[in-house]
T-cell receptor
Framework: KNEVEQSPQNLTAQEGEFITINCSYS?????LHWLQQHPGGGIVSLFM???GKKKHGRLIATINIQEKHSSLHITASHPRDSAVYIC???????????FGSGTQLTVLP | DGGITQSPKYLFRKEGQNVTLSCEQN?????MYWYRQDPGQGLRLIYY???????QKGDIAEGYSVSREKKESFPLTVTSAQKNPTAFYLC?????????????FGDGTRLSIL
């Protein structure tokens, strides 16, 4: 079983819809990252969080440490949000990140 | 602008050849990383370096080699010992060696076998 599980694997939405991508992990962590990978392959770091909630523009990330679960929400989705969204965690003592396999989001106009 | 530059964007290799992927950063970051990405899988760590002249194996180091002679540069060599080298390779860097800092990624190199 992977340490980091994302759902759904693929998600298609209509422009304007509210989107939620989920990430569950099985180990104690010191931080969780949400990344965005564009069709060309480049990756951008969206959020790093260890508790609570963070917001940046139309993106919101939440984490529940007790339930070992995080969600990435996109409000008023737009076709330019189409990308792969990747969850990654750093366990308490590790120097490395463990990555989920990503969620492919397609937002249709 | 500061950032991470990977080159080339696309690379083709004949079987039995070694190839070197370039990664340069002008962010003055101490730590650098190489990841491999295969379809449907999460990124996997190949090698990482926390400081110049030092590097550590990641989860899938076999068939790869690296060097860190300069802070700005962390080239990855895919050797002929790597039996399945076709993949997307991502380089990343991080300021300092603290655990909870974001990594900055390059745009990747796609390696294919001819």
């Amino acid at each position: 079983k992977n340490e980091v599980e994302q759902s759904p694997q693929n998600l298609t939405a209509q422009e304007g819809e509210f989107i939620t991508i989920n990430c569950s992990y099985s180990v104690g962590i010191s931080a969780l990252h949400w990344l965005q990978q564009h069709p060309g392959g480049g990756i951008v770091s969206l959020f790093m969080l260890s508790s609570g909630k963070k917001k940046h523009g139309r993106l919101i990330a939440t984490i529940n440490i007790q339930e070992k679960h995080s969600s990435l929400h996109i409000t008023a989705s737009h076709p330019r949000d189409s990308a792969v969204y990747i969850c990654a965690v750093r366990s308490g003592s590790a120097r490395q990140l463990t990555f989920g396999s990503g969620t492919q989001l397609t937002v249709l106009p | 602008d500061g950032g991470i530059t990977q080159s080339p964007k696309y690379l083709f290799r004949k079987e039995g050849q070694n190839v070197t992927l370039s990664c340069e950063q002008n962010l003055n970051h101490d730590a650098m990383y190489w990841y491999r990405q295969d379809p449907g899988q999460g990124l996997r760590l190949i090698y990482y370096s926390q400081i110049v002249n030092d590097f550590q194996k990641g989860d899938i180091a076999e068939g790869y080699s690296v060097s860190r002679e300069k802070k700005e540069s962390f080239p990855l060599t895919v050797t002929s010992a790597q039996k399945n080298p076709t993949a997307f390779y991502l380089c990343a860097s991080k300021e300092g060696t603290g655990r909870n800092q974001p990594q900055h990624f390059g745009d990747g190199t796609r390696l294919s076998i001819l």
